[in-house]
């Protein structure tokens, strides 16, 4: 039976402030961005009466539940990122001695 030696340098894990802004932050100027682009090609009024005509959405509640979303997106592709690049080594121990 053979023992994994630890790691000889492991990152300490971060701050939960600094885990939060490196995902919101990202993904809050990607919103901005992609909001700009696409309300310069789309009327929000237009796209209310395409999808929810009954609805009473004024142009800013339009540009607002866009840029949500936008920021919703955003913040999962970030989110998921984050997931992905956390070291190995946290997760890859070796086995307690039986």
């Given at each position: 039976m053979s023992v994994f030696a630890p790691p000889p340098f492991d990152h300490p894990p971060r701050p939960l402030a600094q885990r939060i802004g490196a995902i919101a932050w990202p993904s809050f100027f990607a919103a901005c961005v992609a909001s700009m682009v696409f309300f310069a090609f789309v009327d929000p009024l237009d796209l209310r009466d395409i999808t929810f005509p009954d609805v009473d959405i004024s142009r800013s509640?339009?540009?607002?539940?866009?840029?949500?979303?936008?920021?919703?997106?955003?913040?999962?592709?970030?989110?998921?990122t984050w997931l992905l690049l956390r070291p190995a080594?946290?997760?890859?121990?070796a086995l307690p001695p039986e």
């Open positions: 509640m339009g540009y607002t539940i866009a840029f949500f979303m936008f920021w919703l997106a955003t913040a999962s592709s970030s989110l998921f080594s946290r997760f890859n121990r």
